[in-house]
């Protein structure tokens, strides 16, 4: 079975560029959640999708923050404009259904603001 | 609000000491409580769980035991192995939307 995948695995930007992110679940899973990970902390959520409808993104900070799930499948973190701290590992992991706690993680994409 | 408290590193051991890492826990009602680790270059991967009290999680010679009365989940193993070099990460999941709230991570070496 193949794990989650994320893409790219690394990523340099100046401030006030933009920049996405993309992330395809296990299949069949039909939960899917972003998270970031800044270093010496551990995984804040950010949204968390059932199929393709929002379940919570009470932290994300949406004047810059966007993502989406629009086929209930693979999904896309947008950030823009970036900020400096914004740095951080950009985690997706999917789970069966919502109401499992066993989420799954992909290798995340280390974002670094210049 | 509910939150994990895990123990500073970097923790260093030299290969076949005994492990612990110390993990406490503020939740309502009855959390199920896990362990993740996070091996270099690599995702988060569930270690072990335990979803109520008295339950003991164990997997890769890993183990922790749910202790409602003193809200803990230390993890513990007997003999670590180099390739036990890696991050850990204390977590519950309290209320009905399955939110993790997470340590902040354990950094653990272990030199031959």
């Known amino acids: 079975e193949a794990g989650v995948a994320q893409s790219p695995r690394y990523k340099i930007i100046e401030k006030r560029q933009s920049v996405a992110f993309w992330c395809n679940p296990i299949?069949?899973?039909?939960?899917l959640y972003w998270y970031q990970q800044i270093l010496g902390q551990g995984p804040k959520l950010l949204i968390q999708?059932?199929?393709?409808?929002?379940?919570?993104d009470s932290q994300l900070p949406k004047d810059r923050f966007s993502a989406e799930r629009l086929k209930g499948v693979d999904s896309t973190l947008k950030i823009q404009p970036a900020k400096l701290e914004d740095s951080a590992v950009y985690l997706c992991?999917?789970?069966?259904?919502?109401?499992?706690?066993?989420?799954?993680f992909g290798p995340g994409t280390r974002l670094t603001v210049t | 609000g509910d939150s994990v408290t895990q123990m500073e590193g970097p923790v260093t051991l030299s290969e076949e000491a005994f492990l612990t890492i110390n993990c406490t826990y503020t939740?309502?009602?009855?959390?199920?409580l896990f362990w993740y680790v996070q091996y270099p270059g690599e995702g988060l991967q569930l270690l072990l769980k335990?979803?109520?009290a008295d339950d003991k999680g164990s997997n890769k010679g890993f183990e922790a035991t749910y202790r409602k009365e003193t809200t803990s989940f230390h993890l513990e193993k007997g003999s670590v192995q180099v390739s036990d070099s890696a991050v850990y990460f204390c977590?519950?999941?309290?209320?009905?939307?399955?939110?993790?709230?997470w340590g902040l991570g354990t950094s653990l070496a272990v030199n031959p």
């Open positions: 992991a999917s789970s069966l259904r919502r109401d499992t706690y066993e989420q799954y």
């Open positions: 299949s069949g899973h039909a939960t």
């Open positions: 999708f059932q199929n393709n409808g929002v379940v919570d």
């Open positions: 939740a309502t009602g009855y959390p199920s």
């Open positions: 335990a979803t109520k």
């Open positions: 977590a519950l999941d309290a209320g009905n939307n399955r939110k993790l709230i």
